[in-house]
């Protein structure tokens, strides 16, 4: 049985691809570039307006627009957070969430993986 890919589940599964075995044969190079040897973990750096921020990571990290980030901390002001990377130079991002990404601050922690729990010491390859 033949399978779409599409880049927003690619995206979504970036933190987990290694989890799940080896990369199907018939997933598309466009989409492979979105399976990082290991998640990105990094803070909410500036934000610009209610729904969007600013990251300390960007391309060199592994970020590229599509990407998304989830807020590690959650509150009942800042339920789960998902927010999508729109653009990103080579150490920074623009990512954007909606309503439940309001009280994101700086200095909140977001990473390509679900929760903390999700420990980066789990994943098999380096950070390059």
Not at 59 to 70: C, F, I, N
Not at 86 to 107: I, N
Request: hydrophobic share 45%; glycine share 6%.
């Amino acid at each position: 049985m033949a399978r779409a890919w599409s880049l927003a589940v690619v995206s979504v599964l970036v933190p987990f691809s290694l989890l799940a075995g080896p990369v199907p044969e018939d997933l598309p190079a466009s989409c492979q570039a979105y399976l990082a040897p290991r998640p990105v973990e990094t803070q909410v750096l500036l934000k610009r307006d209610r729904w969007t921020v600013e990251v300390g990571a960007g391309r060199a990290q592994g970020l590229l627009p599509g990407t998304w980030l989830v807020a590690l901390e959650t509150t009942e002001r800042l339920p789960l957070c998902d927010l999508e990377v729109l653009s990103v130079e080579e150490d920074t991002a623009v990512a954007r969430g909606d309503e439940d990404c309001e009280a994101l601050q700086p200095g909140h922690q977001v990473a390509t993986r679900w929760s903390k729990s999700d420990d980066p010491a789990r994943w098999p390859l380096e950070v390059k």
